[in-house]
Nanobody
Framework: QVQLVESGGGLVQPGGSLRLSCAAS????????VGWYRQAPGPQRELVAT???????KYAASVKGRFTISRDNAKNTVYLQMNSLKPEDTAVYRC?????????????WGQGTQVSVSS
């Protein structure tokens, strides 16, 4: 059973920083591309950043220059460093990953972690 668990969310003032973690556990052979998504109240979900297994990254225009995605393949963990946070960054952040296990490749989601930016 493969699981993704996010952590690191919380309440922070505008201009502050948070680091989110997305840790994968279970029977894992390898982890491919991982993405961080966020969803504020409403139907729209936004792709914030992605990182491939070899470390290539992409960012949404709204976070470029402020957020940094990274990964530690030895720890099966992906991070999202968020700096210069703004109130509009408030959302539930979830990670998504394509994970290879013995006998299958699946797409997995974490449960989400709340990030609130407010003074």
């Amino acid at each position: 059973q493969v699981q993704l668990v996010e952590s690191g969310g919380g309440l922070v003032q505008p201009g502050g920083s948070l680091r989110l973690s997305c840790a994968a556990s279970g029977s894992i052979s390898s982890i491919g591309t991982v993405g961080w998504y966020r969803q504020a109240p409403g139907p729209q979900r936004e792709l914030v950043a992605t990182i491939t297994r070899d470390g290539s990254t992409k960012y949404a225009a709204s976070v470029k220059g402020r957020f940094t995605i990274s990964r530690d393949n030895a720890k099966n963990t992906v991070y999202l460093q968020m700096n210069s946070l703004k109130p509009e960054d408030t959302a539930v952040y979830r990670c998504n990953a394509f994970i290879k296990s013995p006998g299958r490749i699946g797409e997995y989601w974490g449960q989400g972690t709340q990030v609130s930016v407010s003074s």
